[in-house]
Each structure stands twice: as structure tokens, then as C-alpha cells.
């Protein structure tokens, strides 16, 4: 079974991971297996290096973004130029909603960053390709948890 | 969205921990206490409970017991709690758990739920996590969402089906009829969902592509529309609309025009538009390029276009983004077999990307070079590989010594620039070549021999200046041992005359002996070459046996044997010792795995031994020279001819060796030329196996300049002969006669006609393919009846 995207890792410079959406089935040893592959890998690299590393049967696509890495891997047929673009679409989508987006703002908001991952990507693919029409989801969503809160006049978070 | 306090409170509690002891302690506590609000009724916290759960997951900590909570909280009417509760699953539950099953009823009916927001939870969960049963199940909800619903549930229904197709893949046909339908809708989000969904059933069901292979007229109409179209706020980036869309869809038509001429000349002009029209200036638009030509280059394309794909390949080596660099690199990887003089064109910019700062660059950058080497380009190339080589990283020195061999031995312009070529890579990476390259280089040498002399002096002059590299060192002891007499004789044509003394040369041997960077192999070569020139020196023959006297208590047992044995032959055998260490003869190379070269080694040991095993390979082998050997003199050991041998003939001594070669008789007739023409040659020799039987071998081989591929030989004969061909040994027939094609015939004429053999010669020379037929109508050796 294979998908454009494998998974999506964001760590930071010391190797801490901050997100994690993995796009096939796996079991939490192959994952604890992947993310120290990924971090050991991504965080040797270069500076001046390209973006581009090659891992068992996959292309991994990784860009850094201050302090935190993006790493996404994808089939091997697939285009990692595009798969870069996708990267920095996330990273944007990301910076819209917190408002120059930090770290912190995705450690301690984490599942917000799964909130919009998940009206951008799903399955492994891209659902949306208009930046304006995933704020305006993740909104709209925010807007309907809120409103539902106010109705039941209890906090839900 | 306001913050949950109480998720982040306990963030800051972990994050303030100072050791991972005390995390630890900060973890359990918090674990212990959602544990406890899990198991009470409702009270409005529970999502924030099971989000503080999910980040200790995230850290690492096991949270299985939080599975229930999420089911729970999925079927909770509250949307917030729903939220997290399929995060939850989507992040603790995989279709292995139990507890997954236990979702499908809740996501059924989210399925259908009033709000759209708590539809697409469910969509994104069974796209995330469904199994093939969950799948099975919901499959014509799926479809149902994809015909009649909103623009914002088709586009996640339509990834959905992919899932569900990737996972149960009968269920394609399912959806065949609603991804036809959706490709004519204007949402983008909808129609990259559309095209997604038929490359995924046209992978899977070669019918199914066929039948949508009538849509590639709409798919450059879509394509046309984006890419001709003006500024679109909503999907512009960098001045491309869409160039996630436009990708898809280019990924479309190339599995739509794989193999197919009709669907390739439909999109023919799309891809040369979009191929021009796109800007280059940034990433995006080289996502977008990059993809057209991954394209072009895998459909059936027109040439013009072929080029104009390779020519934005040749572009991107020259683009600033060393990340574009490097795909044009492995994407004209793979097409250098294919389009070879294409990419042949930009030769120049690829030999330069060899001095790229990138590691990964300069790797690609070697493969291709090496690929490109041609008879044509050698010398050039070579300097530049060369060069690679003395700068090169160490993971690819390996990689690039092979990849210069191979290509010295295909292309080698002269002999004299071929063993250059060895010698400066020994001197450059020995450390790094294969084992079989000091025997092949020894090879080389002994077939060059107006270029001993040259030889000799550069290698000495070599070994002055570094005995580390082991290949190097044994290379040279060997030569000084075989041709000391021409280095101390001092005049050589080709390099600068310098005086050698006996003196000299020893004291270089002894060196290599003494030091403890040598090997043990390199140790015994330099201790027989030391032996070998107490024949070609005169003053110094007493020091050479106090050194190898010495050795013969020498603490390592290979040396030890060799100095006992060389002592033997200063004393008891010294009548034979002129005759034991002639000059070597050509060694012939007959196989590419032929470690012949190590034997030789041997060859001069093993003689003065009581049982005299000699170098059998050396000469059984070599029928030929067996019979060149009547037909040359004994004559003074210079020729590098088997006129060594001959003197062995001559001597009491050697009357072993000779029983050996008596013994040898040539079973084969000498070979026939049967055809000759274009450069081809197709000799014939015959073999007889019986009254009626016979084995005819054919040798095809390629004199031109241009390399022959798909070479085969069919043969025909009377009809009451009966005819089997054996598989041939190859099909292809590299230029200048590098290597040989040869293949059996075997014959049975029982009838014992007249025998003739019709054979048909076909092969593709540059794209195009040949065809000629030559009749035999005599065999060598034989009579006109068998």
C-alpha cells in the first residue's frame, strides 16, 4: 500500500519531537524506530547540504524553520520539489493561525497543529489547495467549538 | 479558540523539570491523575484531560489506557470532545487494536452528521486509520458523499475512497463512475482529490486505466486553464496557479500516455506549453517544470520534446538551488541509457558539478560522469576524474577508482596511457582499490612491452617518495624484481635518465621490507623481487643472499618459507636459478575474475620445490603459445613471449615441466574467419565429438568505433542434420573489440551430408537495426564428409 506522503515529523535541534502524523499503519517500536532514524539523520546534516536525503525505500524531504525541523518523507516516485512547497504551505498555514509562528506556540498548542494539518493533508494527500479555503475551516471549526461552549455555558477545554 | 489552561499548565510542569528523573516523576503524577478523571462521570474536562494524555504520548510515555477515553469521547454529541477523541484514535488507535472497532458505528454516523465540521472528522479519521473491514463497511457512504454533498465533504470523501481503495482494492470499481464525474468540477480542492483518486484506480487496475484514458482531453483542458489563466488570489503561489493541482494532474497524464501513442500526441503541445511557459525564476516553478519533464521523458514523446525536456535538465545543473541541481542530476541518471547523447550535450556542466560543495551532488555528478565516458571523450574525462579523485571524499574514493578502471579498460586510447592511468590512481587512492587490481595491473604491464623500461623508472621513482600505499608498493617490487636490468641500465626513452645503482634498487626492497607500514603480501612480494634480481644484477649478489638468509627466521611464516626456499635455490639448485627466474611471460587475461596475476606470484616459488606444482593455470591455459613457442628460438630472456619456457625445455632440470607440456595436446583446430563486415568479425572453429558430432564455436566481435547491442545469431543447416544452439555468452558487443560474443553450435549428421550452416547476423547499432546472412559451407580442419 503506498501513499504520496509516509509521514511527518517536526523535531527540534535537540531532537525533541513536536509533532507526529504518520500516513500508513505502523507499530510504536517501528515509529520510536523511525523518529530516532529521522532526527539522527536530519540533524548530521550540513548546513549547506540539499534538502533531499535518501532512506530505505523512501525520499526524505527536511527544511528548517528556526528552531525546528520539518521532515517529511514521501515514495519514491514522487516530486521533492513539490514536497518542499507542501512543507512550507504547512509552515504558512501554521503562521497564520498563531501569528508568526514559534515553537512554542506548537509545543504548547500541539493539538492545534493536528487541527490544521488535518484540513490540509489527509490520508497522505493534499485536500486542499487554496490557503485561504483551509483558514477559513480551521476557523469555522474553532468558531463551532466555541459557539457550542457558550451554548452549553461550560468550558470544553 | 481560547487555550486550555489546565493542557498547558501541565506542559510548563513538564517542561521546568530539570532531569529526566524528575520528568519522569512530573509524568506519572499527571498520568495517575487523568487516570482518575477517565474513570469519572462526565465533567466537562474530559477533553483536556485526554489532550494532556496525547502530549505525554507524544513524549514518549506509553498511554494504551487512554484508548477507551477516546472512544468514548468520539461518541460524545459534543463537538469539542469529538474533536479530541478522533485525534485520540487517530493518534493511539491503529487498525490493529481492538478498540478501533469499536469506532466504526460512531464514525457511521458522523458520516451522516447535520454538521459538516463533524463530518469531516470522521472522513479524516477513516482516511487516517480505517481498516479493510472498517472500509468494506463504508465504502457506499463514501460514494454517496461523493456524488451529493458540498464542495468541503467531496474534496475529504474523494481521499477517503483512495484509502479505502488503497486498502481493499476490489472496491475500486465502486467508485470508477463518481471519480469520472468529478473531474468536471471547478473546486480545486475537489478536482486534485478527483485526480488523485483516478491515478490510485488506474495503478491498481490496468482495464480501468484504459477506460480512462478518454479523459486526457479534459485534463489539458483543466491544465490549459491554469496554467494560460491570469492572477488567481485563491490559489496563486509565486505567480503559479496551483502548482500543487498542476502536478497532480501532470503525474495523471504520464501514467495516461505511458505506452500509449495516442494519449502522448494529445498532450503533445500541453507539455511543450507548459515546459515554456512556466517561470523558472523560483522553486515552485521548477516543482512544476520538473514534474512536465519526469513526464515528457516517460511518455511516448517526440523527439523535439525529448530535447527540450533534457535541454531544462541541462538548465537546472546550472541553477543556483543546489537542491535543483540534484534532481536534474538523478533524473538524467536515469535517462542516460535511454537519451545517452542528449544528455551527452551537457557533459561539460555535469563534469563540473564533480566540484560541488554538496556531497550529495558530487555523488551523483561521479555516476553520470562515469556513464558518460566514451572513446571519443577519454581523455578529457579522465583528467577531470582525475582530479575528483585527489579531492574527493573518502565514502566515494572507492566508488570512483572502480568506475576510472572500468572505464581505462574500455576506452584506453594507448597502453602507455592506460598504465599511466593506473599507476596515478594507486598513487592517488591505493588505499582504496580492490584487490584485484595489482594482478590486473601486473597484467597490463606485462602485455606493454616497449613500456617496461618506462615502467620500471616510474614505479621506482614512486615507491621513493611513499611506501604506504600497499597496492602501489607491490605493483612496483614487482616490476624492479621482473625488469631490474632495465632500471639499472638507466636509459629510457620516455622519462628523464636517472642513474639507479644496484645499490639503489636494494636498499628500495629492503625498505619496503624493513617497514612496518608493509603488509605481509607486500613483504613477500618485495623479498621475491629481491630474489629475482640476483640474475639481472652483478656486483651485489652476496647481499641479496644475506637478506634472504636472513628472512629465513623471519617470525612470519609466508616469508620464512619463501627465504628457506630461496636459499635452497642459492645452494643446492643454483644451477637452476637463471632458469627459475627468467623474465616472466605475457600473461593472457581470460576472464574478468581471473586472479592469474596472483599465481604468478607463486609461480617463480613453487618451481624450485622437489614436487614442482608449477603454474599449472599459466600454462594450460594458453594454448596458443603453445604454438608460438615451436616457432620462436631460445633467445635472451627479453621477449616477453613464452621464449622463457623454451630454455626450460632445453634443460635437464626442467624435464618435469616438460612432461607437462607434452602432455598438452590442443583439442581445438585453429579458428576460421567466417565473416567480416562493418567492423564485424565471425570466426569459426570446430571441435569433432564423435563420428557424426561435432561443436562449432562461433566468436563474433566488434572492431567499429560504436557499440552493438542486442547482437544475435541464428543458424540453419541441411535438413536431415539435426542443429542446438547453446545460449550465447552475451548480446552485446562493446566497441573496439573489448570483449567477445562467442556461442556453441552443436552439429549431428548422421546421414553424413554435405554439411553446410546458413547463419543470420542481426544486431542495433545506434538505435538502428541490422540484419546479415553468411553461408558456410567448409569447417576447418575437417573434410567436406564428416
Not at chain 2, 482529490?193 to 491498481?204: D, M, N, P, T, Y
Not at chain 2, 554538496?358 to 582525475?386: F, G, H, P, Q, T
Not at chain 2, 568479425?681 to 571441435?687: D, H, R
Request: aromatic share 6%; charged share 20%; hydrophobic share 40%.
Amino acid at each position: 500500500m503506498t501513499h504520496s506522503m509516509r509521514f511527518l515529523l517536526l523535531f527540534s535541534r535537540q531532537g525533541k519531537l513536536r509533532l507526529q502524523k504518520w500516513f500508513t499503519p505502523m507499530s510504536e517500536r517501528e515509529k520510536k524506530k523511525i523518529i530516532r532514524d529521522m532526527t539522527t539523520m536530519v540533524l548530521a546534516r550540513q548546513p549547506r547540504s540539499c534538502n533531499f536525503l535518501h532512506w530505505k525505500d523512501l525520499k526524505v524531504i527536511y527544511k528548517r524553520y528556526a528552531s525546528l525541523y520539518f521532515c517529511l518523507a514521501i515514495e519514491n516516485q514522487e516530486n521533492e520539489l513539490i514536497a518542499l512547497e507542501v512543507i512550507h504551505r504547512y509552515v504558512e498555514l501554521l503562521d497564520k493561525y498563531f501569528g508568526n509562528v514559534c515553537e512554542l506556540d506548537i509545543i504548547f498548542n500541539f493539538e492545534k497543529a493536528y487541527f490544521i494539518l488535518d484540513e490540509f493533508l489527509i490520508g497522505g494527500e493534499i485536500q486542499e489547495t487554496s490557503k485561504q479555503m483551509v483558514n477559513r475551516s480551521i476557523e469555522a471549526s474553532d468558531m463551532l467549538q466555541e459557539t457550542m461552549e457558550e451554548y452549553m455555558s461550560k468550558p470544553a477545554f | 479558540m481560547s487555550p486550555s489552561v489546565p493542557l498547558q499548565e501541565m506542559i510548563r510542569a513538564i517542561r521546568s523539570a530539570r532531569t529526566q528523573c524528575e520528568e519522569r516523576g512530573v509524568i506519572q503524577r499527571e498520568c495517575a491523575a487523568i487516570r482518575a478523571q477517565f474513570r469519572q462521570a462526565d465533567n466537562g474536562g474530559r477533553s483536556h484531560n485526554l489532550a494532556k494524555l496525547l502530549y505525554v504520548h507524544m513524549l514518549g510515555y506509553p498511554a494504551h489506557f487512554g484508548q477507551m477515553e477516546c472512544v468514548r469521547m468520539i461518541a460524545s454529541p459534543r463537538y469539542s470532545e469529538k474533536r479530541v477523541g478522533y485525534l485520540g484514535a487517530m493518534m493511539l488507535l491503529d487498525e490493529k487494536q481492538d478498540a478501533s472497532l469499536l469506532i466504526t458505528n460512531s464514525i457511521k454516523n458522523d458520516l451522516s452528521h447535520s454538521n459538516q465540521y463533524v463530518q469531516s472528522l470522521a472522513l479524516c479519521t477513516l482516511a487516517c486509520m480505517g481498516s479493510a473491514e472498517m472500509c468494506r463497511d463504508l465504502a457506499p457512504e463514501i460514494d454517496r458523499l461523493l456524488r451529493a454533498s458540498n464542495s468541503y465533504i467531496k474534496k475529504k470523501a474523494a481521499l477517503c475512497a483512495v484509502h479505502i481503495v488503497r486498502k481493499v482494492h476490489e472496491l475500486g470499481e465502486l467508485f470508477v463512475p463518481a471519480a469520472r464525474s468529478l473531474l468536471s468540477e471547478k473546486n480545486h480542492g475537489v478536482l486534485h482529490g478527483a485526480v488523485v483518486l483516478i491515478i490510485e484506480l488506474c495503478e491498481q487496475n490496468p482495464e480501468t486505466l484504459e477506460r480512462f484514458r478518454k479523459t486526457v482531453p479534459d485534463l489539458v483542458q483543466i491544465m490549459k486553464g491554469l496554467v494560460l489563466s491570469g492572477y488567481s488570489p485563491e490559489h496563486d503561489v509565486a505567480g503559479i496557479s496551483d502548482p500543487f493541482l498542476q502536478v497532480r494532474i501532470l503525474r495523471l497524464l504520464r501514467i495516461l500516455g505511458r505506452n500509449n501513442e495516442g494519449a502522448s500526441d494529445s498532450m503533445n503541445d500541453l507539455l511543450a506549453q507548459v515546459a515554456t511557459n512556466t517561470d523558472s525564476t523560483k522553486t515552485v516553478g521548477n516543482a512544476v517544470l520538473y514534474e512536465t519533464v519526469l513526464t515528457v521523458l516517460d511518455i511516448k514523446s517526440e523527439s523535439g520534446l525529448r530535447v527540450l525536456a533534457v535541454n531544462i535538465l541541462g538548465r537546472f545543473l546550472l541553477n543556483n538551488d543546489r537542491n535543483i541541481r540534484y534532481i536534474a542530476m538523478t533524473s538524467l541518471q536515469k535517462i542516460v541509457g535511454t537519451d545517452h547523447n542528449a544528455v551527452q550535450r551537457h557533459r561539460g556542466t555535469i563534469v563540473d558539478c564533480l566540484k560541488d560543495q554538496d556531497a550529495s551532488v558530487k555523488r551523483r555528478a561521479l555516476e553520470l560522469s562515469l556513464a558518460l565516458v566514451s572513446a571519443s571523450n577519454i581523455r578529457s574525462m579522465m583528467k577531470e576524474l582525475l582530479l575528483f579523485l585527489s579531492s574527493c571524499p573518502p565514502e566515494l574514493r572507492a566508488h570512483a577508482a572502480s568506475g576510472i578502471f572500468n572505464a581505462a579498460e574500455r576506452y584506453a586510447p594507448s597502453q602507455r596511457w592506460h598504465i599511466d592511468t593506473m599507476l596515478h590512481v594507486l598513487i592517488t587512492a591505493g588505499g582504496d582499490v580492490r584487490d584485484e587490481t595489482v594482478p590486473n595491473l601486473i597484467q597490463l604491464i606485462t602485455n606493454a612491452s616497449e613500456l617496461h623500461c618506462y615502467t620500471v623508472h616510474k614505479l621506482y621513482r614512486a615507491l621513493l617518495l611513499d611506501i604506504s600505499q600497499q597496492s602501489l608498493v607491490q605493483v612496483a617490487c614487482w616490476c624492479i624484481g621482473e625488469y631490474g636490468d632495465l632500471l639499472l641500465k638507466g636509459d629510457c626513452q620516455e622519462t628523464e635518465p636517472v642513474q639507479v645503482t644496484e645499490d639503489d634498487a636494494l636498499d628500495a626492497l629492503e625498505t619496503v621490507l624493513q617497514s612496518h607500514m608493509s603488509s605481509p603480501a607486500t613483504r613477500g612480494f618485495a623479498l621475491t623481487a629481491t630474489m629475482k634480481l640476483s640474475t639481472r644484477i652483478t656486483d651485489n649478489v652476496d647481499r641479496i643472499r644475506s637478506i634472504v638468509s636472513i628472512y629465513g627466521s623471519c617470525i612470519d611464516v609466508e616469508l620464512q618459507q619463501r627465504a628457506v626456499e630461496y636459499n635452497a635455490l642459492f645452494r643446492k639448485y643454483d644451477h637452476m636459478r637463471a632458469a627459475v627466474l627468467e623474465r616472466m611471460p605475457v600473461i593472457e587475461k581470460n576472464s574478468p575474475g581471473h586472479t592469474n596475476g596472483e599465481s604468478t606470484g607463486e609461480a617463480v616459488k613453487d618451481v624450485p620445490t622437489a614436487k614442482m606444482k608449477q603454474g599449472e593455470p599459466l600454462l594450460l591455459q594458453q594454448p596458443a603459445n603453445q604454438v608460438h613457442r615451436s616457432d620462436h628460438p631460445p633467445g635472451p630472456a627479453v621477449d616477453c613471449l613464452v621464449s622463457g619456457l623454451s630454455v626450460h625445455a632445453a634443460g635437464t632440470a626442467g624435464g618435469d615441466l616438460l612432461d607437462l607440456l607434452g602432455g598438452f595436446e590442443p583439442a581445438e583446430l585453429s579458428p576460421v574467419l567466417a565473416y567480416d563486415k562493418g567492423g564485424v568479425t565471425l570466426t569459426l572453429s570446430c571441435e569433432k565429438q564423435s563420428d557424426t558430432g561435432l561443436t562449432v564455436t562461433l566468436t563474433a566481435s566488434n572492431s567499429s568505433d560504436s557499440d552493438l547491442s542486442s547482437f544475435t545469431l541464428q543458424a540453419a543447416v541441411p535438413k536431415s542434420v539435426q542443429l542446438h544452439m547453446k545460449a550465447p555468452s552475451g548480446d552485446s558487443l562493446p566497441a573496439r573489440g573489448t570483449a567477445k560474443v562467442t556461442q556453441m553450435v552443436v552439429l549431428n549428421n548422421p546421414n553424413k551430408v554435405n554439411l553446410k550452416m546458413r547463419v543470420r547476423v542481426s544486431y542495433t547499432r545506434q538505435g538502428s537495426p541490422f540484419q546479415d546472412t553468411v553461408q558456410i559451407d567448409s569447417f576447418p580442419g575437417l573434410d567436406s564428409q564428416l
